[in-house]
């Protein structure tokens, strides 16, 4: 593959770089990859950690067998590294481009920008071979604790007196309020609920807020007593001996947190805790805030197995060890700080994902993704295996997961049965759908010999049921609210999905896959992928229902597909990958740093 990058323009400011960057690709098979786009990663190295950033293409144009692609994107320098970023190392940028199934790193690329600007304030800047290398100015970028806390101590008076001058202007708010209810003045046109009371308090609370910044509300009170809480908990030693399980996303002990749990459930010189619920520190009762951070001040490891806000806004002790088992297998959908510039990708300011000392993933090959996504080093990605994919070589526990499936479902036996379970569509919990005009199971059915069965299986956010004819009730169950998902794949002949994960779990058994993606370049352009997708999702992809029906009839399910999937995303293929995690846990109870 030919292509050419050029940095056009470099601009560093104060503690921001300015970055812009053009480039083209030539070649033969192009017009084949519209939906893929460059992909460009700088990766950054200072001399104890590295950090992948994603470059943010705004513009990708494909013309005459070539595409086309730029971009600019302000990056904060002194928000690169986490671990070390107070020791305001001197570090090196290169670049990584991928496209397609080509990717190199630190690749040879004209670093020499046309418009190059510096205020040599906090970074100085060199250019050496393929790389860029910062110079940081300590003095300079370093604020001294005691004008940080002047600078705070201001800036809270004059948010103060500005509270106290609002609340003094409270009754003529109120004044006003009650001339506009009785339309001598009018109310901006902002304020048009029907209720007169819900418009007047509306109404006086905005004026309120314009004058008083400062904003008291029990969100901002209990962050507060979560800090102060967790400050005053470290005064406590960090016990060598205890484990914390945190999940926001189940409420008993299942998932990787079972397996795991079920190796270490007999070491009596351990101490395990878990907390388990769904609250953010808004929901949680003050009881519930001090359970937490107790455990986080007192804990050796804490292991979580999901995005978990609480836990980034604190800083952890060194000597206690923060463990990710992300619940998900392989490197699908993109994620956090890949999503830079997008809706629900994280910005690079925050701390999200940023404390992880540690995160297990499935293959080698997933260190790249995770390390971008989370915003961490690649060597903090260990590829240990997810202990829940244990049982896929467990042939006893196989065998009771069909047994317990064919005693409450006996007509299934000796069936075809068809897995539908696709993602949701929606950027969060709170809007997820998915449209289920788009799977006519009676049309499916009526086309489809009666030795095909179906099982629904929809995304626990998906809350709208799949319309299941009555015609056809002995031909399909809906386990949507029930059953775990793995245990179905140990009956399924077949799956129809769309960007799910469940593909990794399914490359191991061998199933054969559809891939039903009728919005295919709306969910790259909204969401996109790790890898081009047309290029190694492993099984036949179709865009409509008539192509799905033709594809199960004739059972053209692309299979070879699969070993080469399952060999990318799975280092592992040996039912052991809890024991791997639980002896990264240990490591690190043994750890004293």
């Known amino acids: 593959m030919e ?74 320098l002194d928000l690169l590294f986490w671990k070390t970023r107070n020791a305001y190392q001197p570090f090196d940028m290169y670049i990584n481009f991928g ?71 409270l009754p003529i708010y109120i004044i006003d309020g009650i001339l506009r209810l009785t339309d001598i003045i009018r109310f901006p046109a902002r304020f048009n609920d029907e209720s007169y009371l819900k418009r007047f308090v509306a109404f006086v609370f905005w004026r309120f807020s314009q004058v008083a ?52 459930k007999d070491d009596k010189n351990l101490k395990i805790d878990f907390i388990l619920n769904e609250h953010t520190i808004a929901e949680m009762s003050f009881k519930e805030i001090r359970i937490f951070t107790k455990a986080c001040a007192t804990s050796k490891v804490i292991v979580l197995d999901e995005f978990t806000p609480q836990i980034h ?20 959908k993109t994620f956090g700080f890949t ?42 990605v260990v590829a240990t295996g997810i202990p829940r994919t244990d049982v896929f070589f467990d042939e ?62 929809h995304h626990p956010f998906v809350k709208d049921k799949q319309p299941i004819p009555k015609k056809y009730k002995d031909r399909i169950i809906d386990l949507s609210d029930d059953t775990e998902l793995n245990d179905l794949l140990f009956v399924t002949d077949a799956i129809i999905t769309d960007y799910s994960s469940l593909v990794f779990e399914a490359s191991l058994l061998d199933i054969p896959m559809i891939f039903y993606v009728f919005d295919l370049e709306k969910y790259i352009n909204e969401r996109d992928f790790y890898f081009d997708f047309k290029l190694f999702a492993p099984g036949k992809i179709v865009y409509s229902q008539e192509q799905l029906i033709d594809v ?14 399952a060999d990318m995303f799975f280092d592992y293929l040996d039912g052991k990958s809890t024991e791997r995690v639980v002896k990264l846990i240990y490591e690190n109870l043994k750890n004293n740093a």
């Open 99 to 169: 496209f397609a199934d080509f990717y190199e790193e630190k690749i040879k690329v004209d670093l020499t920008p046309e418009v190059f600007e510096t205020d040599d304030k906090c970074y100085g800047y060199t250019l050496e071979g393929n790389h860029f290398r910062f110079l940081p100015n300590k003095k300079k970028i370093h604020h001294s604790p005691v004008s940080r806390f002047c600078v705070n101590f201001v800036n809270f008076l004059i948010k103060v007196v500005q509270f106290v001058f609002a609340v003094a202007m």
């Open 3 to 76: 292509y050419k990058i050029e940095v056009k323009e470099l601009l560093i400011q104060d503690r921001k770089m300015v970055l812009t960057i053009m480039g083209e690709i030539a070649d033969e098979t192009i017009n084949s990859h519209f939906l893929s786009k460059p992909k460009i990663v700088l990766h950054f190295f200072n001399e104890q950690e590295d950090r992948r950033i994603p470059f943010v293409l705004s513009n990708v144009t494909y013309v005459d067998g070539k595409c086309f692609f730029s971009g600019k994107y302000t990056y904060r």
């Open 339 to 380: 999503r830079l510039s997008k809706p629900h990708g994280s910005p690079q300011p925050t701390r999200n994902h940023r404390s992880y000392d540690y995160v297990t993933v499935s293959s080698t090959y997933c260190k790249k993704c995770h390390s971008e996504g989370f915003g961490i080093p690649t060597d903090n």
């Open 213 to 264: 910044t400062l904003k008291i509300a029990l969100w901002t009170v209990k962050r507060f007593v979560f800090k102060t809480c967790y400050n005053f908990y470290k005064l406590k030693k960090v016990q060598n001996n205890k484990i914390t399980f945190i999940s926001l996303r189940r409420d008993d002990i299942s998932g990787n947190f079972a397996f795991v749990h079920n190796k270490i």
């Open 313 to 332: 806004y604190i800083d952890l002790r060194p000597q206690t060890k923060l463990i990710q088992l992300w619940h998900a297998c392989g490197a699908f």
């Open 396 to 457: 006893e526990y196989k065998k009771q997961a069909r047994d317990k499936f064919y005693s409450a479902h006996p007509h299934f036996k000796n069936k075809k049965i068809i897995l539908f379970a696709p993602t949701f569509r929606g950027m969060v919990k709170e809007t997820a759908f998915y449209p289920t005009e788009m799977f006519d199971l009676n049309t499916v059915c009526a086309k489809l010999p009666e030795e095909y069965v179906f099982i629904v299986k």
């Open 552 to 565: 199960i009839d004739k059972e053209d399910y692309c299979t070879e597909k699969i070993k080469p999937f």
